[in-house]
């Protein structure tokens, strides 16, 4: 099984629409959880950190349910600049300093 | 964004020879990491720095070695490039451990 699992998509929605990628954990100890952004030919960039009590930042709603290892990302009002592929991160347990990345979620965003 | 520069941003080389990637940030950031970024993998972590002369491997270390002895720069060295070391590195600094990492533009290199 892999550490982190995430849906590889790609999600096309119209734009205005809310979508929602969910993203697996395996490492029942792991302590911080990102969502980063990564367009086409770039470097990932934060996108949020996600909080166990949960955490938005404008248009962008994370979820940590630690119980059954799951992290969501809701993105409401999609725009077209919405469009690029969303990495699920998760920390190593035990307060170690390596992040472990999803292979991504691509999401496309139309007119 | 985070002032973190790499060098060279592209780069073709031949099977067998050296390469050294540079990784330069500006934010006094004590961890530093190498990843390599292929399809169907996502990014997976090389080697990581957690301060000078200070370095541990990562998941897919083989074929690689790195150097920090300065806390600004970070360095990736193939030591003998293979065409499976074809891919994006990125380099990522962090202020804490297991805290948010924050990357650089990537170095493409392929190794024909």
């Known amino acids: 099984r892999k550490e982190v699992e995430q849906d590889p998509g790609p999600f096309n929605v119209p734009e205005g629409a809310t979508v929602a990628f969910n993203c697996t954990y395996s490492n029942s100890a792991s302590q911080s959880f990102f969502w980063y952004r990564q367009d086409c030919r770039k470097e990932p960039k934060l996108l949020m950190s996600?909080?166990?009590s949960g955490n938005e930042d404008g248009r962008f709603t994370a979820q940590l349910n630690r119980a059954s290892q799951y992290i969501s990302l809701l993105i409401r009002d999609s725009k077209l600049s919405d469009s690029a592929t969303y990495l699920c991160?998760?920390?190593?347990?035990?307060?170690?300093?390596?992040?472990?990345f999803g292979t991504g979620t691509q999401l496309k965003v139309e007119l | 964004d985070a002032g973190i520069t790499q060098s060279p941003r592209h780069k073709v080389t031949e099977t067998g020879t050296p390469v050294t990637l540079r990784c330069h940030q500006t934010?006094?950031?004590?961890?530093m990491y190498w990843y390599r970024q292929d399809p169907g993998h996502g990014l997976r972590l090389i080697h990581y720095?957690?301060?000078?002369?200070?370095?541990d491997k990562g998941e897919v270390s083989d074929g690689y070695s790195v150097s920090r002895s300065k806390t600004e720069d970070f360095l990736l060295t193939l030591e003998s490039a293979t065409s499976s070391q074809t891919s994006v590195y990125f380099c990522?600094?962090?202020?804490?451990?297991?805290?948010?990492?924050?990357f650089g533009p990537g170095t493409r290199l392929t190794v024909t």
């Open positions: 934010e006094n950031h004590r961890y």
């Open positions: 991160v998760v920390s190593g347990g035990g307060g170690g300093n390596k992040l472990t």
């Open positions: 720095s957690y301060g000078v002369k200070d370095t």
């Open positions: 996600v909080y166990s």
């Open positions: 990522a600094i962090s202020l804490s451990a297991g805290g948010e990492q924050y």
